[in-house]
Nanobody
Framework: QVQVVESGGGSVQAGGSLRLSCTASGFSYSNYCMGWFRQPPGKEREGAAVIDSVRVITYADSVKGRFTISKDNAKNTLYLQMNSLKPEDTGMYYC???????????????????WGQGTQVAVSS
């Protein structure tokens, strides 16, 4: 079964850190483009970071310098290290996989991707 499963969300105060994980199964994980997307309350889903099969990375401006995306191919796991968290980082965080990268293109991921159920992140001020 092709799937990705997120974990690691939680509640933290502003300035704190969280590490999200996404474990993939049922497809050639190492060859895929993997991304983290987030949906703030009452807003549309937006891209946060993507990493392709050769580890070329793209970040949204809103997270650049604070978030780090990485992956462990041996464990079929994608990570998002989130530091210096702000209240505006609050939202549901999703992991997604597509066969190749076209940057932080949410429409492409939505049409072609494997998506997880999400993990909730809440940052209080």
């Amino acid at each position: 079964q092709v799937q990705v499963v997120e974990s690691g969300g939680g509640s933290v105060q502003a300035g704190g850190s969280l590490r999200l994980s996404c474990t993939a199964s049922g497809f050639s994980y190492s060859n895929y483009c993997m991304g983290w997307f987030r949906q703030p309350p009452g807003k549309e889903r937006e891209g946060a970071a993507v990493i392709d099969s050769v580890r070329v990375i793209t970040y949204a401006d809103s997270v650049k310098g604070r978030f780090t995306i990485s992956k462990d191919n041996a464990k079929n796991t994608l990570y998002l290290q989130m530091n210096s968290l702000k209240p505006e980082d609050t939202g549901m965080y999703y992991c997604a996989a597509v066969p190749f990268c076209v940057g932080l293109n949410g429409y492409f991921f939505q049409r072609n991707g494997v998506w997880g159920q999400g993990t909730q992140v809440a940052v209080s001020s």
